[in-house]
């Protein structure tokens, strides 16, 4: 048996979906969307274990997991339509299927989230809890998505200036 290194990779796109992916204008918005939802992630995080550690600042933690929250729900819908856009469907593409998978659990656990906090179904602590666990979540699928952006990156067609220079 073979080691993994020595197994030919699929490649991510093939040419036809890399003119796609690179004229669709919502690679654009993905690729601001992504980074600026993970800044509001990191301040709310800090508001978030802010809250756990002081009680202080509920409010504060609140409603920055509102706003990831609704960051989140935008990337996504966005990022179906791109996947639309590049792969001819909104979801599940085998090229982003594990991605999109652990997506739905990230989705799942911001929403209930959302509703735990618009029912009181939940103490604070407990709802913070919550929060941590969409949070840990988001940031397994924010890997996964990187290695993904690196993994693209690396089988790049390479320009022939570029061949050129490298010989």
Request: net charge positive.
């Amino acid at each position: 048996m073979g080691r993994r290194q020595d197994r030919p990779t699929r490649q991510l796109y093939t040419s036809a979906e890399r003119r796609r992916r690179d004229a669709s204008p919502w690679t654009l918005v993905q690729g601001v969307l992504a980074p600026l939802q993970f800044l509001v992630f990191l301040a709310s995080l800090a508001l978030v274990l802010r809250t756990l550690a002081t009680g202080e600042g509920l409010l504060a933690a609140n409603a920055s997991v509102v706003a990831k929250t609704l960051l989140l729900y935008a990337i996504m819908v966005t990022g179906s339509i791109w996947e639309k856009d590049v792969f001819g469907r909104y979801l599940f593409a085998p090229a982003f299927y594990w991605e999109d998978v652990v997506s739905m659990l990230v989705l799942a656990l911001h929403t209930a989230y959302l509703a735990c906090l618009a029912t009181g179904a939940l103490q604070p602590r407990a709802l913070l809890l919550l929060a941590l666990a969409a949070y840990a979540s988001y940031v397994v699928n924010a890997a996964q998505f990187l290695l993904k952006l690196r993994a693209a990156r690396l089988q790049a067609p390479r320009s022939p200036a570029f061949a050129e220079a490298l010989s």
